[in-house]
């Protein structure tokens, strides 16, 4: 069989029936939408807080810095980040990490993270401390909720 006709075979064979085609993203670079996130306070700051720009307006940030200051932190110990989607946080997080970690509206099985921890349930991960909870939107509406949140995760957390 010369080259001619082994080319000729090669193009009568439909070659996607053949070759394994993906249509899922191996690996998304979102090191380049850092430079979207909105950051509020300290970049040294021991207490990074992680949320939604969809759950981040006036109303949620005033709960937010009321919830911070009944734990004792002033602004100077806490810096506010602000994401415009889930698939961000790692990428985030790595560059405003903390030794305490607060995540709000997060889910815990997403793309970023596997989580098998309970929401208001504060645990230790890569010598840093974390905390995972509803949105500011569900804690503000929901009484139980922001109990949950207060009783077994904030002063847990913060030893008050």
């Known amino acids: 069989m010369n080259k ?3 080319i000729l075979s090669l193009e009568a064979q439909n070659i996607p029936e053949i070759i394994n085609i ?3 993203t191996l690996y998304i670079d979102f090191s380049s939408n850092v430079a979207n996130t909105i950051v509020k306070g300290e970049k040294e700051a021991q207490v990074s807080v992680f949320v939604l720009t969809k759950d ?3 109303e949620a940030e005033l709960f937010l810095e009321k919830m911070l200051q009944a734990c004792q932190l002033s602004k100077a110990t806490y810096k506010i980040v602000v994401l415009e989607m889930e698939a961000y946080a790692l990428a985030n997080y790595r560059q405003y990490k903390s030794d305490i970690n607060l995540f709000f509206g997060f889910s815990l099985e997403n793309d970023v993270f596997a989580m098998k921890r ?5 645990f230790r991960f890569n010598e ?3 905390l ?3 949105s500011l939107a569900e804690l503000m509406q929901n009484v139980n909720l922001k109990s949950e949140l207060w009783v077994h995760g904030l002063k847990v957390l913060f030893s008050i």
């Open 128 to 130: 840093k401390k974390w």
């Open 4 to 6: 001619k006709n082994t």
């Open 118 to 122: 309970a929401y208001n349930k504060p």
């Open 132 to 134: 995972i909870s509803q």
């Open 22 to 24: 993906y249509n899922e």
């Open 56 to 58: 981040f307006n006036q």
